[in-house]
Nanobody
Framework: VQLQASGGGSVQAGGSLRLSCAASGRAVKDYNMGWFRQTPGKEREFVSAITPGRSTFYADAVKGRFTVSRDNVKDILYLQMDSLQPEDTAVYYC????????????????????????WGQGTLVTVSS
């Protein structure tokens, strides 16, 4: 599976961006997918995840501002980011959990980087004040 993230850019505080993650090599509708972000000198942190059944999970820092979704026909994962703040500045990565049709797990399962087996290359989001 190859994951290609796109949609990053520069925006002012309060603005919006929509990230996309296109999957190729395999249909991904039966797999958990997630978004993480990373800033220099810090560990990659969980942002959001979505299950095949479209259950969603969010980090507290983005809850109410970001929305994860997926198009299971086009094999694309999305992250709609609204009310962006300078602290959202980071490289955003999409990821796929290679467990086929997994049952619903605890929140901690989806937030753990080790859950995910495939990663996209990252797309930079810069939010200015």
């Amino acid at each position: 599976v190859q994951l290609q993230a796109s949609g990053g850019g520069s925006v002012q505080a309060g603005g919006s961006l929509r990230l996309s993650c296109a999957a190729s090599g395999r249909a991904v509708k039966d797999y958990n997918m997630g978004w993480f972000r990373q800033t220099p000198g810090k560990e990659r942190e969980f942002v959001s995840a979505i299950t095949p059944g479209r259950s969603t999970f969010y980090a507290d820092a983005v809850k109410g501002r970001f929305t994860v979704s997926r198009d299971n026909v086009k094999d694309i994962l999305y992250l709609q980011m609204d009310s962006l703040q300078p602290e959202d500045t980071a490289v955003y990565y999409c990821a796929l959990d290679n467990l086929f049709r997994s049952s619903l797990r605890s929140f901690g399962y989806y937030t753990d980087r080790r859950t995910y087996d495939y990663w996209g290359q990252g797309t930079l989001v810069t939010v200015s004040s």
